[in-house]
């Protein structure tokens, strides 16, 4: 448990949840455990429409993510210290913008996002990215040092391949009520998210993610929490295929 908390600090689930700082701006980064002992970090990567105002109402949002997966996690390998950073590092956009449609938000938080995960203490990452969340991973992945990498009711990576995401196990999962299938899998320049993880071609691992729609991932008793919770913990074997 952290002893320390920083300013707006609070105890949730029986481990310090603390802020950590960012740019200025609507940006908030919040870890869950203790980094310091942790065995496994795994980073949420929220998409459109999160905002520090509501950064923990409910688990489609990151705070609320974070702590979902690791009363999940606590459940499944109570021994295993587990780290969660709800990382808010980026200028997410409204998900009715112009700005939605491009990737020029992702490219910002990707630089930033690298930067926070070069800083991490010396333990696998797993980095688990909700909807436009995973076009920011997509950008920010080739090179870093993480075990794993899972998407989560994405609109497209890009022109990036399996072979391009060079380290990581790749996963990527999709609800079967989520309105984003309907995304058309087109990348002109800025606009467009381009390839399809779910796509066999891309090369992820598909895993089971249940019934749900697009703000479910991390509802309790779902497939795809539990099997985000096995991704983070290092026991991809245990993950229940799609």
Not at 42 to 53: F, K, Q
Not at 108 to 120: K, P, T
């Amino acid at each position: 448990m952290v002893r320390k908390l920083c300013a707006g600090g609070a105890l949730l689930l029986g481990v310090a949840a603390f802020a950590m700082p960012v740019s200025p701006g609507d940006r908030l980064v919040k870890v869950y455990g203790d980094l310091a002992t942790a065995d496994r970090i795994a980073v949420i990567v929220p998409g459109s429409d999160s905002t520090a105002a509501t950064f923990e109402n409910g688990t489609h949002r990151p705070g609320g993510a974070a702590r979902a997966l690791l009363a999940e996690a606590r459940r499944i390998a109570p021994g295993t210290r587990l780290a969660v950073v709800a990382w808010l590092g980026y200028d997410s956009p409204p998900t009715w913008s112009l700005s939605a449609l491009t990737d020029v938000a992702a490219a910002d938080g990707a630089r930033e996002l690298r930067e926070r995960v070069l800083s991490l203490p010396k333990a696998p990452v797993a980095l688990l990215c909700h909807s436009y969340g995973s076009v920011v991973c997509a950008l920010a992945a080739p090179g870093l040092p993480v075990a794993d990498l899972a998407v989560v009711g994405s609109p497209g990576m890009g022109g990036a391949r399996r072979a391009s995401l060079i380290g990581p196990r790749v996963w990527a999962g999709r609800g079967a009520g989520d309105w984003i299938s309907m995304v058309p899998h087109l990348k002109a320049g800025p606009v467009g998210f381009g390839r399809d993880p779910m796509d066999p071609a891309f090369g992820a691992r598909i895993f089971a993610t249940g019934p749900g729609g697009h703000s479910d991932y991390f509802d309790e008793g779902t497939a795809s929490l539990r099997n985000l919770a096995l991704i983070a913990l290092g026991r991809g074997e245990e993950v229940g295929r799609a």
